[in-house]
């Protein structure tokens, strides 16, 4: 089975072509294919009765208000349009067993969702003050010209992570350890209900996260990039594709039992 429809919640700010091919390349090498979801809170029901998984993809920061915060001076954009989608989307998704991945910003969106709470600055804390980032996403910016024209990858912040070995990161990688890229500006504070950390860098940061019993990764990194350092990191494409896979048939087959 193959073509699945994955639901992509996308930005519409910063990004320009790249946020039409960058998370969506990667969905349909494993056989997806990306649809861009309305932000409509009206519109989740009904997106959510095609679709066989759901990609939270990455973008701006989230509205500390979200998580009971004010905003603090080194909070970057926010986009209160997509959260209240977000919020909205998350919770009915796993109310009728999507598979959920999230990409950065999206690894954020599914821990506040949950109940769960960000740094709104890794320099607001002492153990994250010198986590590898990209102040101003000079280097974002790099990494998505090259990776809209096919040139090299441009030099990145990067890091280590360790992965928990009872977890999909695990499963789908196979190593206890990686490098990854190092975009982001935030980080996970209080994890949300449910939710565990499945990968920690050196100084703690949570770089992935997963829901106990459920089909829900979240990554820090920006995996659409990673993927193509380190093909390893494909196979969570596929894990995720195959997730779809599975519930659609499920679906197919509850279907053709009441008939």
């Known amino acids: 089975m193959s ?3 994955i639901g992509v919640s996308a930005s519409l700010h910063d990004f320009g072509d ?28 009904a997106s959510l009765e095609h679709m066989a998984g759901v990609v939270l993809a ?13 905003p603090d001076p ?36 599914l821990n506040v969702a949950l ?12 153990p994250m003050r010198d986590h590898p980032s990209d102040p101003g996403w000079r280097s974002w910016k790099e990494m998505e010209t090259a990776s809209l024209h096919g040139g090299d990858v441009p030099t990145h912040p990067r890091h280590e992570i360790a992965v928990a070995r009872d977890s999909i990161l695990y499963s789908a990688l196979g190593v206890p350890t990686a ?11 209080r994890l949300g209900d449910g939710l565990r950390a499945t990968a920690t860098a050196p100084d703690g940061v949570i770089e992935a996260i997963e829901l106990d019993g459920y089909p ?24 995720f594709v195959a997730a779809a896979q599975r519930r659609t048939a499920q679906l197919r087959g509850r279907r053709l039992s009441v008939s």
């Open 115 to 126: 109940g769960g709470t960000l740094v709104q600055d890794v320099r607001l804390s002492e």
């Open 58 to 70: 990455p973008g701006r920061d989230i509205d500390p208000a979200r998580y009971g915060q004010q």
């Open 3 to 5: 073509g699945v429809l």
């Open 216 to 239: 829900a990764l979240g990554l820090q990194c920006e995996l659409q990039e990673e993927y193509k350092i380190d093909r390893r990191f494909a196979s969570v494409f596929d894990w």
């Open 179 to 189: 490098s990854v890229n190092s975009f982001h500006h935030q980080a996970i504070d």
């Open 74 to 109: 080194l909070l970057a954009p926010t986009e209160p349009r997509r959260d209240e989608f977000e919020f909205a989307l998350v919770p009915a998704a796993i109310e009728r067993g999507v598979p959920l991945l999230g990409v950065c910003r999206g690894m954020q969106v």
């Open 18 to 45: 790249y946020g039409g091919v960058g998370i969506q390349r990667p969905l349909v090498e494993a056989g997806g294919v990306p649809v861009t979801l309305p932000q409509l809170v009206d519109a989740i029901d």
